[in-house]
C-alpha cells in the first residue's frame, strides 16, 4: 500500500492570491488541506484552516519565513505547488541580463527553493507531493526565452523530485496549462489582441480553459491515489499540444 495522507496536513500554494493558484488553494481546502497561501500580494482567504502569507518566493530568506510561519500556524508542509510565476517578454537580442534572470528566479529557482525547504518535513512524514504548474509554452515561444527556459526547467527538477523522492513517500509531477482564463491571460490579451487570437486559435475548439481545469488535475496529482504516480507532465491545453504536433 502507497503512503497515506497524515491528518491534518498542510498544502502550500506559491502565488495563490488569485488566477489559478487561487483556484487551487480553493480546490485543495475544500479536500480537506489545512492550505497556505503565499503570495507577494495582500489577500485573503477562508476563515478556517487557511493561512495567507506574504513573501517573495523567489528571495531565499523570505521563502523560509514564509515556511516558518507555516510550520509554526499549521504544522510541517506536506504538499508544495510552485505556482508562482512571472514574465518579461523580448525577442532574444533585446532580452536584458534582468529580463533573464528575473524570470527565471521567480519560475523555477523559487520552485527549487521551495521542495528544498520542505524536503525533510516530507521525508520525516514519508509522504509528500512536489506540483510544479509549468505551461504549454516551455516548448518555446516567440519573445519568451527566458519564460520557456523556466518552464521546462520545472520538468526537470519535477522529475529529480521523483528520483530522489520516491523511497520516502514524495512524488513529483507538472501541470502544464494551455490558454487558461485569467488576469494574466487578460492582460495578455488586452495588450496585444492578435497575438492571443493567434495563440487561441491553436486551440482545437478555440476557447479558453479555466483556472478550475488546473486545480481539478493538482487535486489529484496531491492525492493519495497518485500515490504510484510519478514523474509526469499532464498537459491541460484543450488539445493544443497534440494539434501542434
Not at 528571495?59 to 505547488?81: C, H, Q
Not at 533573464?100 to 525547504?117: G, I, S
Amino acid at each position: 500500500m502507497h503512503p497515506s495522507r497524515p491528518d491534518s496536513a498542510v498544502a502550500v500554494i506559491t502565488g495563490g492570491a488569485q488566477g489559478i493558484g487561487r483556484a487551487i488553494a480553493e480546490t485543495l481546502h475544500a479536500d480537506g488541506w489545512y492550505v497556505a497561501t503565499v503570495d507577494l500580494r495582500p489577500h485573503e482567504g477562508a476563515a478556517d484552516r487557511w493561512l495567507t502569507v506574504e513573501a517573495d518566493v523567489a528571495e531565499r530568506d523570505s521563502l523560509t519565513a514564509a515556511i516558518d510561519k507555516v510550520r509554526s500556524a499549521a504544522g510541517p508542509p506536506l504538499a508544495v505547488i510552485a505556482n508562482a510565476g512571472t514574465w518579461r517578454d523580448a525577442t532574444i537580442g533585446r532580452m536584458s541580463d534582468d529580463d533573464w534572470h528575473t524570470v527565471v528566479q521567480v519560475d523555477l529557482t523559487a520552485a527549487f527553493l521551495l521542495v528544498r525547504e520542505v524536503w525533510q518535513d516530507m521525508r520525516d512524514a514519508g509522504f509528500g507531493r512536489f506540483v510544479a504548474i509549468s505551461s504549454i509554452s516551455k516548448n518555446g515561444n516567440y519573445g519568451q526565452a527566458n519564460y520557456a527556459a523556466a518552464k521546462q526547467g520545472l520538468l526537470g527538477l519535477a522529475s529529480t523530485v521523483a528520483v530522489e523522492g520516491a523511497a520516502h513517500g514524495i512524488t513529483g509531477n507538472v501541470v502544464c496549462p494551455g490558454v487558461i482564463e485569467t488576469p494574466a491571460q487578460a492582460a495578455f490579451r488586452d495588450r496585444a489582441p492578435e497575438a492571443y487570437a493567434a495563440f487561441l486559435a491553436g486551440v482545437p475548439g478555440s476557447r479558453t480553459g479555466w483556472p478550475d481545469d488546473i486545480a481539478g488535475a493538482v487535486r489529484y496529482f496531491a492525492s493519495d491515489a497518485a500515490g504510484y504516480v510519478n514523474g509526469q507532465v499532464l498537459y491541460i491545453d484543450g488539445g493544443m499540444n497534440r494539434a501542434a504536433g
